[in-house]
């Protein structure tokens, strides 16, 4: 059984280097002497660091990404998807990285959400980006919600482990541009039946989010792509601060949701006594990964380099976003992400002139609102969707009762 990272942390590391850390005012962290190479965007940050101590035994613990295999179980077999065969081929097979999944909405058996004219029926597919810690058996549960409402979807995960594996970076990084082409080959194709198409974003904390930034700018100077943009949904997610806190609570939530899920699959065996420790470690693990994140963010943050690339992502998010309509999901009990942070940035995005439609879950965990809720989640995204493309002159079908 794979060794939990956050309990790998503290096998390593006794509590008075633990302490020592917390109170240090040096940094365990050091950057590696390989310059960047062309292209180095935010994704690249974590791809050039690596632990002082290069025979550390934490590095055992964070494997090489191994890419997901794309599932042809995903296909329905009375399921016509809407892309060419020799780009359906190349999906399967032509990729080195499978790390990202195609969906297809079943158009065949209902669930479609139509668009009015008849003969001016539109094709849309939803980019789902996931956040620090989705996998694509949890991304998954959003593609189906889209694919009812008859929208394809594809979905792009982050793995803990492949963030935290020291060429995170220029694997995200090299990820986002997979998929980035391969949107840009999906909109400049021509539909026999004369569909027009168009995409929707639908973006998890600020890992997603930041994604989407990324994807913006690669798409810079082609505004009749950015044109084909009719909507964002932005769950958890949507601080443009390179806030040391923020980032710290993502990678240390991301770490205890793992750990989490761990203990509960084992503790049905345990004693009482025994779980109570666990929960005692975890809190003390907690703190721990928060205060040396933090440190470490602080010091990375402000690296010029690093910094600037962050900042031509987040200046394009706040300032330089396509005229789309754009939906915030969010929740008072984020421990991530400060609710004011988000409705602060909703605010500007109001008085530049954009559609802005805001919901506070009030109770909910980061990224944990459609679960928790999955009918108000999903009556809000609908009405969402009616919302961006009306302003095409089309009119969506109902079929969610």
């Known amino acids: 059984m794979e060794a939990s990272i956050s309990r790998s942390l503290i096998k390593f590391t006794n509590r008075n280097s633990i302490n020592t850390i917390l109170h240090s005012n040096r940094h365990p962290f050091k950057l590696s002497p390989h310059p960047s190479p062309p292209g180095f965007s935010p994704f690249t940050t974590l791809a050039t660091l690596s632990l002082s101590n290069p025979n550390s035994h934490a590095r055992n613990h964070f494997p090489n990404w191994k890419p997901s295999h794309f599932t042809p179980s995903s296909f329905q077999s009375n399921v016509n998807p809407p892309i060419s065969a020799d780009r ?9 990285d499978k790390s990202f999944e ?18 001016k029926r539109a094709a849309v597919t939803v980019v789902v980006l996931g956040w620090l810690g989705s996998k694509q058996k949890h991304l998954r549960r959003y593609a189906e919600m889209y694919n009812l409402f008859g929208m394809d979807a594809v979905t792009l995960p982050a793995p803990v482990n492949d963030v935290l594996g020291f060429h995170w970076g220029r694997k995200l990084e090299s990820r986002v541009a997979v998929l980035t082409d391969e949107l840009v080959s999906w909109l400049e194709e021509k539909e026999n039946d004369g569909k027009d198409r168009f995409l929707i974003f639908h973006t998890f904390s600020n890992t997603g989010w930041l994604a989407y930034g990324s994807i913006l700018n690669k798409l810079q100077g082609r505004q009749e792509l950015l044109e084909k943009i009719k909507g964002c949904v ?15 609570a993502g990678f240390t939530t991301a770490l205890l949701k793992k750990q989490s899920s761990a203990v509960n699959s084992s503790s049905e065996s345990m004693e009482a006594k025994n779980v109570n420790s666990d929960d005692k470690e975890l809190e003390y693990i907690e703190v721990f990964l928060l205060t040396l994140f933090e440190k470490f ?14 900042t031509e992502v987040t200046s394009t998010l706040s300032e330089n976003q396509p005229s789309h309509p754009q939906l915030y999901l969010y929740s008072t009990a984020d421990k991530v992400i400060p ?9 500007h995005q109001k008085k530049l002139g954009k559609k802005v439609t805001t919901f506070n879950f009030k109770s909910t965990p980061h990224v944990d609102h459609y679960r928790t809720f999955t009918d108000t989640y999903r009556s809000l995204v609908q009405i969402f969707l009616k919302d961006c493309f009306a302003l095409e002159g089309k009119q969506l079908c109902n079929v969610v009762k």
């Not at 963010?297 to 962050?310: E, M, S, T, V």
């Not at 609710?339 to 605010?347: C, V, W």
């Open 234 to 248: 932005v769950d958890s997610g949507g601080d443009p601060e390179l806030d040391p806190k923020v980032w710290a």
């Open 297 to 310: 963010f602080a010091y990375l943050l402000q690296l010029p380099d690093i910094k600037k690339r962050l």
């Open 88 to 96: 359906f081929a190349r999906i399967l097979s032509g990729h080195n």
């Open 339 to 347: 609710f004011h942070k988000i409705e602060s940035f909703a605010e």
């Open 102 to 119: 195609w969906k297809f909405a079943d158009r065949v058996n209902g669930g479609e959400l139509g668009f009015l004219p008849e003969d």
